[in-house]
């Protein structure tokens, strides 16, 4: 498995941009495919984005798109999500999660494929 550390995190007023990013040990990173998650408090994990391992195929969640751009860096071991136009609605503490395949479709958007999780990063977006 891979190892995962967010950064990036923080407060920001409504409107304002944060980058995240996600750091992985191991030479194996560029096999992986990657995922953003949050989880705002007392809900469940949510998915956000996701990117497959050469970063040429890109996925977002409908309360994303347009507003937030999911990357990678092979060469740094790092994913990164940059999310602009910010809203309260964002507030979450976000991970980031490492897939070895997705079976399906369906599968870029569930948690199950995901075997390496980060510690997570908090977004506080003040209104």
């Known amino acids: 498995q891979v190892q995962l550390v967010e950064s990036g995190g923080g407060l920001v007023q409504a409107g304002g941009s944060l980058r995240l990013s996600c750091a992985a040990s191991g030479r194996t990173f560029s096999s992986y495919a990657m995922g953003w998650f949050r989880q705002a408090p007392g809900e469940e994990r949510d998915f956000v984005s996701a990117?497959?391992?050469?970063?040429?195929?890109?996925y977002y969640a409908d309360s994303g798109k347009g507003r937030f751009n999911i990357s990678r860096d092979n060469a740094k071991n790092t994913v990164y999500l940059q999310m602009n136009s910010l809203k309260a609605e964002d507030t979450a503490v976000y991970y980031c999660?490492?897939?070895?395949?997705?079976?399906?479709?369906?599968?870029?958007?569930?948690?199950?494929?995901?075997?390496?999780w980060g510690q997570g990063t908090p977004v506080t977006v003040s209104s």
């Open positions: 990117i497959n391992w050469s970063g040429r195929n890109t």
């Open positions: 999660a490492a897939a070895v395949f997705w079976s399906d479709a369906a599968s870029i958007r569930s948690m199950t494929p995901y075997g390496s």
